[in-house]
């Protein structure tokens, strides 16, 4: 049964009062004159409905494949006719509805476009019945329920609702999986996380440690528990509090930024058929980066286990619980099964946001302090220290954690030993960092990463064949991954076969390095990630040798295993790599814009697309209006990037400079607010008297790599007023001659500026006082000018000179392609003879 109501389609009645006085005043005459009036309906909504007991018996709950919201309320009282039962409106009861208030705060038409698709596959609808949304319960000649299944049971099945089959079984309900969380302030997270679990857990139980946000609000509307708990500073402790009001068979636990993924369909069959085991590990892979489903890390994490009696988590950061089981059942059997959980608490931006270096910190000393001998605890620690940059603080947790463990072999054994490595290639300790990888690799029990890392060091030390051979072998690893330790997720492909491309590019070997980052693309999309790092390897090669905008596609397509058009994410990362080095090649503008309109029509006619972000596709639009001179349009478009976004503080520069250049200062100043290097070079830009500057030493570094960005756009934007005045600010920033002459020199070289090239580092090619790499490039210079003699004499000294074997191939590459423009096609065979040489050993 359902009311009237002044807002609800198929019970809505025309109403006059204008607030709530007068809307009792209303009911009350309305209610009167209609008493025991009333009709059969098709169907009611669920904003407010009184049924029996037996409807629920016989037919179960809602369908929870519908979401939150739409069709639910219809799809219900479908199958209660279906099942014998009738929809009665009754006149005589007056609901006033807002109308809303829920469905416009959460997208009512997004959700409504979800839902339809499985309203009319479900009820098996005509195609007439796309014009009739959303008030399909008005035209009820579009069911034809008397040809329904009459069994209730029988109509239900299909539907992902086990306790309302138990009912209808007539058995007493015991929930199978009870999921437990702990959470603070997750109101952006939880929805994800719950609704990745929806059909697949009975019962929720959510400990909330003192949310100031709508985060309990939202666990509710999903039907969870939601239990109160003071923090103790413990998570362990607030895991615990979670058990306690579990009754599930099994006990799943998640974060709030976490989600069930592929697999998951499978989980109550997989329990039911592995009934001798007490616990289970579901592989994790965790977004890094800016972007979920760009790259990730892969780690074995035991989060399934039956609800023993007695059972607890320990310790305060990175809780445990498998210890505890093995206490109260010896005999316990863990097992791991194939449904993964995604996690998107280590990107960079959430983990700033919620400051979780400086707590797991204090927790991670916290364990120190009751054990100073816990491996585990050091290596938590040289974790956050890793995090923070800290190599020579995070390298001594790791070799703590190792000298603890002994011939311990634990989950975390061979990422402590990467995470050494890798903090021993940030020290610049190439030689040891090799060394502890000759000894990890002879381990019982091995990763991929083992490999990675030593292409990678071989890599920087200029081994490239080397290290093509250590990337192959971690490719090797491909159908023996492993499941009880961390690995990185590309090791095996994406990542292996992009620095395989770096390799043979770095060799000259351009075909196969193409080839290579195509592969490493492919890799990518068929685990449904967008890897950046090939991405753009892939463009930088292709687009100069573009004559069309359709050749980037022909060139790129047989790498896309199921179309450009399947992926709006890839063609929007197209377009930004096609923008992402200066200068463009000729077809980077038309190209880009081709790419971004075909992203917009297919997400327009899309949904649930992984890793899709608009704020992503609206920067790279900003940038290319910005080079496209439309300073004023590009500088709206670049306000609408949120600070926060990984692309915040790149459009933040760029609309700065955007208003600028169309000469709109006072926007300018505004949108810069109290930055000191822009509000200096606007006063220069504008001609008037710069401010004094103060720039920290701390500082310098990047401000040099951001500045030399800048001077780069300004010659792509022929804009070479604003980039001569801005060379005065360079000199506070370098003021080191040599250095600024090498750094000017090597950007006009990158422009093909070679006459301006050679004024700024000739004058230091006197008395021998540029670097090797200034010395390269004016080499470049000289042989671009035709001066080949003293490029070949530069490129001489400096094969001469290398210490480094990757420094010598790339120099007799370069000495041989300059014997070859110079006509001197023996002396080039012997270079090339040499490199061959050098390759094979």
Avoid at 283 to 305: C, I, N
Avoid at 738 to 760: I, P, S
């Amino acid at each position: 049964v359902g009311p009237c109501s002044s807002f609800a389609s198929g019970q809505q009645i025309e109403v006059n009062y204008r607030n709530l006085k007068e809307m009792h005043e209303f009911a009350r005459k309305w209610c009167a004159q209609h008493c025991g009036a009333g009709w059969e309906t098709a169907a009611l909504i669920s904003f407010c409905v009184l049924m029996r007991r037996s409807v629920i018996d016989a037919i179960g709950g809602m369908d929870a494949r519908f979401g939150l919201i739409m069709h639910e309320d219809i799809d219900h009282s479908l199958r209660a006719r279906a099942a014998g039962f009738r929809c009665w409106l009754a006149l005589d009861a007056f609901v006033h509805h807002y109308g809303n208030r829920t469905s416009g705060r959460l997208g009512v038409e997004k959700m409504m476009e979800a839902a339809f698709p499985r309203f009319k596959e479900k009820w098996n609808l005509p195609e007439e019945a796309e014009k009739y949304r959303p008030r399909l319960m008005l035209v009820p000649e579009l069911f034809d329920i008397r040809r329904r299944p009459p069994k209730p049971k029988d109509l239900y099945e299909p539907l992902p609702d086990p306790i309302a089959l138990t009912v209808l079984d007539g058995r007493k309900f015991k929930p199978l999986i009870s999921l437990c969380m702990i959470v603070k302030d997750e109101a952006d997270n939880l929805p994800r996380c719950l609704e990745s679990v929806r059909g697949i857990v009975d019962e929720i139980v959510i400990v909330d440690t003192g949310s100031t946000d709508e985060t309990p609000q939202i666990a509710e509307r999903y039907g969870a528990k939601v239990v109160r708990f003071k923090w103790t500073g413990s998570f362990s402790d607030a895991r615990n509090k979670s058990l306690k009001h579990a009754t599930g068979e099994w006990i799943l636990w998640l974060d709030a930024d976490e989600a069930l993924a592929d697999g998951k369909e499978n989980l109550r069959k997989l329990l039911e058929a592995n009934e001798e085991y007490d616990g289970f590990i579901l592989p994790m892979v965790s977004f890094v980066g800016y972007r979920s489903h760009r790259e990730g890390h892969v780690h074995p994490a035991f989060r399934l286990f039956r609800n023993l009696e007695g059972i607890r988590f320990e310790r305060n950061l990175h809780e445990q619980i498998a210890s505890s089981i093995k206490q109260v059942k010896p005999d316990a059997k863990f097992g791991i099964l194939p449904v993964w959980i995604e996690h998107y608490g280590y990107l960079s931006p959430l983990v700033r946001r919620k400051q979780k270096v400086a707590r797991n910190l204090e927790l991670a000393k916290k364990d120190l302090r009751v054990n100073p001998f816990d491996p585990f605890a050091w290596y938590n620690l040289g974790r956050e220290y890793l995090r923070l940059r800290q190599w020579e603080r995070a390298f001594y947790c790791f070799r703590r954690a190792l000298v603890h463990l002994g011939d311990t072999f634990t989950p975390y054994l061979l990422r402590c030993l990467c995470d050494a490595v890798h903090c021993l290639m940030q020290l610049n300790r190439p030689q040891q960092a090799i060394a502890l990888l000759r000894e990890s690799q002879q381990l019982p029990i091995t990763t991929p990463d083992f490999w990675v890392l030593e292409g990678q060091v071989r890599f920087a030390l200029g081994d490239w064949m080397g290290a093509l051979r250590a990337f192959q072998g971690a490719l090797s690893f491909a159908s023996q991954l492993p499941t009880n330790f961390d690995w990185t997720e590309g090791a095996t492909s994406y990542g292996a076969w992009y620095w395989m491309g770096l390799c043979h590019q770095k060799m000259g070997q351009l075909p196969d390095a193409l080839q290579c980052f195509g592969r490493a693309i492919q890799q990518a999309l068929l685990r449904r990630r967008y890897y950046e790092p090939a991405i753009n390897a892939f463009v930088q090669l292709v687009l100069p040798q573009c004559a069309t905008v359709d050749d980037l596609r022909r060139a790129i397509a047989p790498f896309v295993p199921d179309g450009l058009s399947s992926h709006p994410q890839l063609l929007v990362l197209l377009a930004k790599a096609a923008l992402s080095h200066y200068p463009l090649p000729t077809l980077a503008l038309s190209v880009t814009e081709s790419l971004l309109t075909e992203a917009g029509a297919l997400v327009a006619v899309k949904s649930d697309l992984p890793g899709w972000d608009e704020t992503e596709k609206r920067f790279v639009r900003g940038k290319l209006t910005l080079l496209s001179h439309r300073y004023s349009e590009a500088a709206k478009i670049f306000a609408q990037v949120p600070l926060t976004a990984p692309e915040g503080a790149a459009a933040w520069n760029l609309r700065v400079l955007a208003h600028a250049l169309a000469g709109e200062w006072e926007d300018a100043f505004t949108a810069c607010g109290e930055d000191a290097l822009w509000r200096w070079l606007l006063h220069r830009w504008q001609g008037s008297e710069p401010e004094n500057l103060s720039i920290p030493t701390e500082w310098l570094t990047s401000l040099r790599e951001n500045f030399r960005e800048l001077l780069a756009l300004l010659l792509q934007l022929q804009e070479f007023e604003r980039y001569e005045q801005s060379l005065s600010l360079l000199e506070r920033l370098v003021p080191d001659e040599r250095e600024r002459a090498e750094l000017l020199g090597d950007l006009y070289g990158q422009f093909g500026f070679w006459e301006m090239a050679l004024e700024m580092l000739l004058p230091f090619a006197q008395d021998g006082g540029l670097t090797r790499d200034g010395w390269r490039t004016l080499a470049k210079a000289c042989q671009h000018k035709g001066y080949y003699d003293e490029a070949i004499a530069i490129w001489l000294r400096l094969v001469e000179s290398d210490e480094e074997k990757g420094e010598a191939l790339a120099d007799y590459l370069s000495l041989a392609g300059c014997y070859i423009v110079a006509g001197k096609s023996e002396q080039a065979q012997q270079v090339l003879a040499l490199v061959g040489q050098l390759n094979r050993s």
